[in-house]
């Protein structure tokens, strides 16, 4: 089995967990900026740097535009409290625990309940090559049936499956997931999918034809850019784009990193 690859931005080991804090409280601010939350409710999770069998989620009952890198919880694979204070709901551990149980490269999940994104989750031919967004993700993403909340520990195991090898997921009649060897890389994989969400929904509701990209053209695309999986360091996603947004961030209200 692979290594865990823990991404640490600083270059500095004793620092890395409160980046990774940081970074996790950032994705929150900027989720809720782009319109990803849902009450106080679902999760977005960072493995430990410290210990690659813990990882970081967030507290019940804290809404994402006022989460801090304090206020994170640390649990471990088996969902025990290691670190903070707050409940942890026990559908987010399931979720995230299955994918870093199984995935030992990949740092970060998101997860979300966006309108256009469930709604794309209901459709019965998931999400179609309409636009460049969605190719990136063209045979390179899972399906996850619908097992209603996710409280039982076994379907952590079908959910790592549904994932396979994937760096996004649709988990049908419920939510969009994407993963990452970084904060920054699941919250940019996140953006595009949402995007390419919010087009094929408004293309279906246009009522007029619609036109998907012909199956050799989403081939040859996707050996063109190369896909999440194969991409190069330089133009993996996130590494442009994540700096920007932080900068967003520290300009307009730096109080994330409290
Ligand atoms: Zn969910």
């Known amino acids: 089995?692979?290594?865990?690859?823990?991404?640490?931005?600083?270059?500095?080991?004793?620092?890395?967990?409160?980046?990774?804090?940081?970074?996790?409280a950032a994705a929150f601010r900027l989720?809720?900026?782009?319109?990803?939350?849902?009450?106080?409710?679902?999760?977005?999770?960072?493995?430990?740097?410290?210990?690659?069998?813990?990882?970081?989620?967030?507290?019940?009952?804290?809404?994402?535009?006022?989460?801090?890198?304090?206020?994170?919880?640390?649990?471990?694979?088996?969902?025990?409290?290691?670190?903070?204070?707050g409940l942890v709901p026990k559908a987010g551990f399931v979720i995230h625990s299955g994918i870093f149980e199984a995935r030992p490269e990949i740092n970060a999940v998101v997860h979300t309940h966006t309108n256009d994104g469930i709604a794309v989750t209901a459709l019965e031919d998931g999400l179609q090559p309409l636009c460049m967004e969605a190719l990136f993700f063209y045979d390179n993403i899972g399906y996850h049936d619908f097992e209603g909340t996710s409280m039982e520990l076994d379907e952590r195991t079908r959910?790592?499956?549904?994932?396979?090898?994937?760096?996004a997921m649709i988990l049908r009649n419920h939510g969009l997931l994407t993963v990452g060897s970084s904060v920054g890389e699941a919250f940019t994989l996140m953006y595009w999918l949402e995007r390419a969400c919010e087009v094929q929904m408004k293309v279906m509701a246009s009522n007029a034809a619609w036109r998907p990209v012909p199956k050799a053209m989403c081939e040859h695309y996707a050996h063109q850019e190369a896909d999440p999986r194969d991409i190069t360091e330089d133009f993996r996603p996130g590494v442009h784009e994540w700096p920007a947004l932080v900068r967003l961030l520290?300009?307009?209200?730096p109080s994330y990193r409290d």
Request: charge should be negative; charged fraction near 25%; glycine fraction near 8%.
């Open 1 to 24: 089995m692979a290594q865990p690859v823990v991404a640490i931005h600083d270059g500095d080991q004793e620092n890395a967990e409160q980046t990774m804090r940081v970074d996790l």
């Open 250 to 253: 520290d300009r307009d209200d």
């Open 31 to 85: 989720a809720d900026r782009f319109g990803w939350s849902q009450l106080v409710w679902n999760h977005i999770t960072a493995r430990s740097p410290d210990n690659p069998g813990h990882f970081l989620i967030n507290p019940m009952g804290v809404r994402w535009d006022e989460m801090t890198a304090s206020m994170l919880v640390k649990v471990d694979i088996d969902g025990n409290v290691i670190e903070g204070d």
């Open 159 to 167: 959910l790592a499956t549904s994932l396979g090898a994937n760096k």
